[in-house]
């Protein structure tokens, strides 16, 4: 569950900044600059401490009147600097929000989980899963399997329908194993403005699957996309990219031609005796065990 935590962790620093997942997104950054309240404050202490040395140390209480004037010349310079990276970086966003393209990558996670996929496929997957409640499916090895043994050309990507515009899905060990010998359990999907935004994790690396929105979605197009993999995606993984999308993609055609496929299960603490945790939850839920229909 920490996952899942992580995810809603970074989901609300998104959630924090743009109202919803369509349009153009603002992609979260750290916060270098001291609030001002905060400042003034460490100003009037500074000014507090040269005037009580005024009297027995004007040297001292000079000095520091002077320490204070050039941090505030400082934080002035970088104050003006901040702005105008802010500008350029509001620049470059607006840039890659209007690029379309194929996703096509494997990338490193690096320590934990960071945002190490291409930021607006990460955005826009944290949105579309946060505003539609948390939800993960997880899918037994028998559902796995019978995705698997399924034609994936029989598979109609016009007539797929997905419950929820974002889904944490997760698989057993063993369908998916990359180059390195890393299973790829948890799987990414979203649909937003258009587009499918696909990528997987093996918990170090990430597969990014993903399809611009103006591309039609078909499996010839997908295959014509291995023809042009880049050069990371080889062997192993390229079977693994083929593996995922026939587990979300089939999943979700199972989702849409069958009558309550999906069941809403609660999500149950590890220990009774902690106290209940405050704010949103992630909710649980399964593929391929018919029982009732999730109301959202």
């Given at each position: ?16 900044l743009n109202p919803s997942a369509s349009g153009t997104l603002k992609v979260p ?76 990558a494997k990338l490193d996670m690096g320590s934990g989980y960071a945002v190490a ?180």
């Open positions: 569950m920490s996952y899942v935590k992580d995810l809603m962790a970074a989901a609300a620093k998104w959630t924090k950054r750290d916060e270098f600059l001291v609030e001002s309240d905060d400042l003034d404050r460490l100003f009037a202490d500074f000014e507090k401490t040269a005037r009580k040395r005024a009297a027995n140390d004007p040297a001292r209480s000079a000095e520091i009147l002077a320490n204070l004037e050039r941090v505030r010349a400082q934080h002035d310079e970088f104050v003006t600097a901040q702005r105008l990276i802010r500008e350029h970086e509001d620049a470059v966003e607006n840039s890659v929000n209007d690029t379309e393209g194929s996703g096509h996929t291409t930021p607006l496929v990460l955005g826009r997957w944290c949105l579309a899963w946060a505003y539609a409640g948390y939800n993960v499916f997880e899918l037994s090895n028998d559902f796995v399997a019978a995705m698997l043994l399924t034609d994936p050309r029989e598979i109609r990507f016009d007539d797929l329908r997905t419950p929820f515009p974002g889904i944490l899905i997760t698989i057993p060990s063993g369908f998916a194993t990359g180059i390195e010998g890393l299973p790829y359990t948890k799987l990414h999907l979203s649909y937003v403005d258009g587009a499918w935004n696909l990528y997987a994790t093996d918990g170090t690396h990430v597969l990014d699957t993903s399809v611009g929105k103006r591309q039609a979605l078909s499996w010839d197009f997908l295959e014509s996309l291995e023809t042009e993999e880049p050069e990371e995606i080889t062997g192993a993984d390229a079977d693994v990219v083929r593996t995922i999308r026939q587990i979300a993609f089939g999943m979700l055609a199972y989702v849409t031609t069958v009558d309550r496929a999906v069941e809403e299960r609660a999500v149950t603490t590890r220990s009774k005796k902690r106290p209940r945790e405050e704010g949103p939850r992630p909710r649980s839920t399964m593929s391929g065990a018919p029982s009732r229909s999730i109301r959202s």
